[in-house]
């Protein structure tokens, strides 16, 4: 008895899967597209280098007796602040915000993948948020230029103006910057108004102890 063949398959099948593979194309396509607008449109709203590059800080306005030496009054508003420059703090200060706050910023460009996955896991295994994973630099984009806000848009324009300041300045610059900036609580803003308000002494005689 003479047997038959069934018939080929091939044919069918590639028919079917040609849809479903159309479909994933366009979602691809759809997606990339999606992307590429959004970070276009964050890039636009971020400030222009220039403006960056110039940026001055609020600081306090001070009153001094007839000798120039002598600080008589300081007035300010919600933030009370004294530039200085980076060779006036000292080596202790440095390395206790680095220890602190981001122990790779020498090592790292603008982001830190290693302490974003390191706090990610540590949060999800306390149940909430006991650590984040904001490098310096970010943490002086968002305290410099943006807001506190916690939305995905001001994350993304965060990391994005991290990575322009990280590409501008040299790593010394971007840490002066961010002990000028900071807040330390209450109105003391910057590691000069700290020091004078916690130990009642400029931060050029900040010792480890």
Known sequence: MKRTRPPARGPRRRSRLKPILL???????????????????????????????????????????????????????????????FDKIPPAVKGATIAAEDANFYRHAALDWKGIARAFFKNLASGGVIQGGSTITQQLAKKAFLTDDRTITRKLRELALATQLERRFTKDEILAAYLNQIPYGGNAYGIEAAAQAVFAKPAAELSLA
């Open 23 to 85: 479909l994933i194309a366009a979602l691809a396509a759809f997606g990339v597209a999606a992307i590429s607008i959004t970070a276009f449109a964050i890039i636009r709203s971020l400030p222009a280098p220039d403006l960056i590059a110039n940026r001055q800080v609020a600081q306090s306005t001070k009153l001094y007796d007839r000798t120039g030496e002598v600080l008589l009054y300081e007035l300010y508003g919600e933030e009370q602040r004294t530039v200085i420059p």
